[in-house]
Nanobody, 116 residues
Framework: QVQLVESGGGLVQAGGSLRLSCAAS????????MGWYRQAPGRQRELVAA???????NYADSVKGRFTISRDSATNTVYLQMNSLKPEDTAVYYC??????????WGQGTQVTVSS
């Protein structure tokens, strides 16, 4: 029933920008937080950014000052504006939703590739 659909990934040059979107549907529970994780080749999935239902945000140190997370609570859509992209940002980016009971729901992922 719950479906998270990511969009906006693609290939960009270093220093460029990209905006990811995640539209959540079938949500019948209270959302604690929404966020973005990424998984690069040969590495474990890591938190990139998250935003709580109250609007507070958290960012990985590696993206602070470059990425901005935002949301539209009316449509359960979360965005990730990525600026000054680096080759190290290359990964599959996954949308995540946490319920009030801390259950996790995941999107299928969208590829972001940053060339040097």
């Amino acid at each position: 029933q719950v479906q998270l659909v990511e969009s906006g990934g693609g290939l960009v040059q270093a220093g460029g920008s990209l905006r990811l979107s995640c539209a959540a549907s079938g949500i019948s529970f209270n959302i604690n937080a929404m966020g973005w994780y990424r998984q690069a080749p040969g590495r474990q999935r890591e938190l990139v950014a998250a935003i709580s239902s109250g609007g507070s945000t958290n960012y990985a140190d590696s993206v602070k000052g470059r990425f901005t997370i935002s949301r539209d609570s009316a449509t359960n859509t979360v965005y990730l504006q990525m600026n000054s992209l680096k080759p190290e940002d290359t990964a599959v980016y996954y949308c995540n939703v946490k319920s009030w009971r801390l259950s996790n729901y995941w999107g299928q992922g969208t590829q972001v590739t940053v060339s040097s």
